[in-house]
């Protein structure tokens, strides 16, 4: 009974730990363009403080292409001289080829995107009414006729420089470099954070030149940025009695940092150095739990165990890679704490592997997901585990298991063959098979985080 209290008391921590979006309060809203309400197939709705709209809304009634990237999660739109990608669950998205943060995430709901209608609508130069009494959202094509209500398409650049005050000409990410470039000499001042990780640059005294969008009111520019640790890049004037412009490099890993140019020659220069990503590898069952008994009698366990580890000697090579086991050795974990063990670390990926079991006919490899933030993930270590393992392709599937599902990062878990197929078994107590399968699931980990 305690034990069960214990667990149920993780199980709510758990839930507290799950991405807001899930819990925020959802209310349907009326959707209405140029005065005629819309009832797309899932309805808007409000989900925390923001109003969400299918993305199809936007192509069928305000004259922009829409495209979807299952692999990538990402949906891109597309109008005159528009072109936004935005990613489901990440409020980093781009515009224009620059990045730059949504209000609010787009969110994935029986198979249709929600994006947030403001935020995307304005961008694309309609305008955009919320009245609260009817929870009505009213999105308009401007008329030109009624004088000036034409929305201005922000941001804009408007650089007003003062003489004397160096400006901020350019700002860029190159490989594992940010480089800021003034009109003059400069002054920098960083300071990392952590939780979450990120890198803030200040440049105080200096203003916007003309290559730099200015940020609107209240909104931040962007950087793109190809880097793998980096989520984004933004900025902002942070102080504007000081005049100093914010650079804040919001990472996915931590990393160290050396500033190789301070801006007294009219550049700052930083370098990002040794980003570690965390690697979760999950060996299923354990100790009293030995999972499934092959048809040769040996322990589902021990298969798991020793594909780990094999898994785990191959990434310890990397510099950029740190592992964490979940068990190292033939002991017992519970499910939820194998995923208090990876949320708990910050892990970036986390992949559990398994040996199935079914009738003697069914043979091959599996990769189950469960939240869309893992399906490229799952994408990714299904073609390697295939490729390596040589078994019939059984698929990327959906699955609700815990450990895929109460996990908050990437989460996979690799049902590698069948331990009741004697097709599969011989092979998966073969060291050549094992070294083989190992050097391809650390393989699609490495290529999902871009360190081939
Ligand atoms: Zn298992």
């Not at 709705?45 to 969400?52: A, E």
């Not at 990538?72 to 005159?80: C, D, G, L, R, Y």
């Not at 003059?184 to 916007?208: A, C, H, Q, W």
């Not at 990876?342 to 040996?355: E, K, P, Q, T």
Request: aromatic letters at 6%; a positive charge; one cysteine or more.
């Amino acid at each position: 009974m305690k034990k069960l209290l214990v667990s149920m008391l993780s199980l709510l921590l758990l839930t507290v730990l799950i991405p807001q979006f899930t819990f925020a309060a959802q209310a349907d809203i009326k959707l209405y363009f140029n005065g005629k309400q819309l009832n797309p197939e899932v309805a808007p709705r409000k989900i925390g403080d923001y109003s969400m709209v299918p993305v199809r809304i936007i192509s069928e009634n305000m004259g922009a292409k829409v495209s979807w990237d299952q692999a990538k999660q990402m949906v891109t739109i597309e109008k005159a001289d528009i072109y936004m990608q935005l990613v489901i669950n990440k409020k980093e998205a781009v515009l224009n080829s620059k990045a730059i943060t949504l209000e609010a995430a787009p969110v994935l709901l029986a198979g249709n995107t929600l994006i947030p209608v403001r935020f995307v609508a304005e961008r694309l130069g309609l305008l955009v009414d919320w009245d609260d009494a009817t929870q009505s959202v009213y999105v308009k094509t401007p008329d030109p006729s009624n004088g000036g209500t034409t929305p201005t398409p922000s941001p804009t650049p408007t650089p007003t420089p003062k003489p004397g005050v160096p400006q901020i000409t350019s700002m860029e990410s190159v490989g594992d470099q940010i480089i800021i470039k003034a009109s003059g000499p400069i002054k920098s001042k960083l300071m990392y954070l952590s939780n979450p990780e990120r890198l803030v640059i200040d440049l105080p005294g200096t203003t916007f030149g003309s290559g730099i969008m200015v940020p609107g009111a209240g909104q931040m520019g962007g950087v793109w940025t190809a880097n793998p640790s980096i989520s984004a890049i933004r900025y902002a004037v942070n102080d504007p009695a000081t005049s100093t412009i914010r650079v804040v490099v919001d990472l996915k890993v931590k990393s160290g940092y050396s500033l190789i140019e301070d801006g007294s020659k009219g550049q700052v220069v930083v370098q990002l150095k040794n980003a570690k990503y965390k690697v979760v590898l999950d060996a299923g069952h354990g100790d009293q739990d030995p999972g499934a008994i092959s048809i040769s009698g040996k322990q589902e366990k021990d298969f798991n165990l020793t594909m780990v580890l094999k898994v785990k000697k191959i990434l310890d090579q990397n510099p950029n890679i740190q592992v964490y086991l979940t068990r190292s050795d033939d002991t017992f974990v519970t499910l939820d704490g194998r995923c208090e063990f990876a949320n708990n670390l910050g892990a970036n990926v986390f992949v559990s592997i398994h040996g199935n079991k079914w009738v003697p006919s069914t043979s091959g490899s599996e990769t189950y997901y469960w939240r869309p933030e893992s399906l490229s993930l799952a994408n990714i270590m299904h073609k390697n585990l295939v490729a390596a393992a040589g078994l019939p392709d059984r698929q990327v599937r959906q699955n609700d298991f815990r450990v895929v599902k109460y996990t908050n990062m990437p989460a996979v878990l690799l049902e590698v063959g069948y331990l009741s197929s004697p097709n599969d078994e011989p092979q998966m107590f073969n060291a050549a098979f094992q070294d083989r399968v190992a050097g391809g699931i650390a393989n699609g980990i490495k290529q999902y985080l871009n360190l081939n």
